[in-house]
C-alpha cells in the first residue's frame, strides 16, 4: 500500500504562483508514473501533468507553459510548480501513482485563484 499526501495548496491572486508537493510513502518509488490531477466544483476530474519513470512530463494544453512537474526520487515526491495562475485553475488537486495495476491517489489540495 503506497500512502500520497499532498501539500502547497492554498489561496492565491491571477497571476500568482505555487508549489504543490506530495510526498509518498512507496518503496521503490522511482518506478512509479506519478501524475497531478485536479477537479473543479461540478465538473470531472482531469490530467494536468505526468511524468514517467524515464523523466518524460507531458501536460494538459491549458497550463502548457505555466506548469511544471518534476520529481526528486531520493525523497520520495513529486512537484508540481504552478506559475501565471488563473481563477479557472482553481480545483482541488490530487496526486497519483500508478505502476502496473496499482494505482494510488491523495486525499488532494485545494488552490483557489482569485482577487
Known amino acids: 500500500q503506497v500512502q500520497l499526501v499532498e501539500s502547497g495548496g492554498g489561496l492565491v491572486q491571477p497571476g500568482g504562483s505555487l508549489r504543490l508537493s506530495c510526498a509518498a510513502s512507496a518503496r521503490l518509488f522511482s518506478i512509479y508514473a506519478l501524475g497531478w490531477y485536479r477537479q473543479a466544483a461540478g465538473k470531472q476530474r482531469e490530467l494536468v501533468a505526468t511524468?514517467?519513470?524515464?523523466?518524460?512530463?507531458n501536460y494538459v494544453d491549458s497550463v502548457k507553459g505555466r506548469f511544471t512537474i518534476s520529481r526528486d526520487n531520493a525523497k520520495n515526491t513529486v512537484y508540481l510548480q504552478m506559475n501565471s495562475l488563473k481563477p479557472e485553475d482553481t480545483a482541488v488537486y490530487y496526486c497519483?501513482?500508478?505502476?502496473?495495476?496499482?494505482?494510488?491517489w491523495g486525499q488532494g489540495t485545494q488552490v483557489t485563484v482569485s482577487s
Open positions: 497519483n501513482a500508478q505502476y502496473t495495476r496499482f494505482d494510488y
Open positions: 511524468i514517467t519513470n524515464g523523466g518524460s512530463t
